[in-house]
């Protein structure tokens, strides 16, 4: 079993609906990231979050750290927003994890 | 400044050649990092310098050498490489080695024939 999953792995919306993306782990952490991944390769980090909630913008990440647990939400979701998302864990090692992604296509 | 770049953007080479792929940050990051992805697969971590030490090595074939020459500057360089290597290499910069932000660059899209 994977130490990180991701669900769903791929999803698709129409332009305005609230994407919510899950992330659950089996391990312990010290922190999660939330990785953004365009169709030309770039990764941009959007959140590293250790418990509660982050909001930047439309996006929002959560954690529960004792569920272990984490969700993205995307409110007013947008074409632009179309990407691969990827959580990924700092382990005990620190090194960085990662989930499967989720493949999102936001549609007109 | 919150970039890291890569140079080239694709590279084709033979098994036979000998490149280098550069990555650069001037952040101040003391932690550089190399990541393969394959298509449609999660990154895989190769390499990791902390202080321009080499601090990880994930067992990755020695066809592939990691260099830091300074503190701004990381390089892979590839010799006699296989088909199978054929990827996306990711640079990731972070503060330090352990929990914080990673920056990534946009990636070299390597294929070898």
């Known amino acids: 079993k994977n130490e990180v999953e991701q669900s769903p792995q791929n999803l698709t919306a129409q332009e305005g609906e609230f994407i919510t993306i899950n992330c659950s782990y089996s391990?312990?952490?010290?922190?999660l990231h939330w990785l953004q991944q365009h169709p030309g390769g770039g990764i941009v980090s959007l959140f590293m979050?250790?418990?509660g909630k982050k909001k930047h913008g439309r996006l929002i990440a959560t954690i529960n750290i004792q569920e272990k647990h984490s969700s993205l939400h995307i409110t007013a979701s947008h074409p632009r927003d179309s990407a691969v998302y990827i959580c990924?864990?700092?382990?005990?090692?620190?090194?960085?994890?990662f989930g499967g992604g989720t493949r999102l296509m936001v549609k007109p | 400044d919150t970039e890291v770049t890569q140079t080239p953007k694709h590279l084709v080479m033979g098994m036979t050649n000998k490149k280098s792929l550069k990555c650069e940050q001037h952040?101040?990051?003391?932690?550089m990092y190399w990541y393969k992805q394959k298509a449609k697969k999660p990154p895989e971590l190769m390499f990791v310098?902390?202080?321009?030490?080499?601090?990880i090595n994930e067992s990755v074939p020695s066809r592939f050498s990691p260099e830091c020459p300074n503190s701004s500057l990381l390089n892979l360089h590839l010799h006699a490489l296989q088909p199978e290597d054929s990827a996306l290499y990711l640079c990731?910069?972070?503060?330090?080695?352990?929990?914080?932000?990673?920056?990534f660059g946009p990636g070299t899209r390597l294929t070898v024939l």
């Open positions: 310098y902390s202080y321009e030490k080499l601090s």
């Open positions: 990731a910069s972070s503060q330090g080695q352990g929990t914080y932000t990673q920056y």
């Open positions: 391990v312990g952490i010290s922190a």
């Open positions: 952040m101040g990051h003391r932690a």
């Open positions: 979050l250790s418990s």
């Open positions: 990924a864990l700092y382990n005990a090692g620190n090194m960085l994890t």
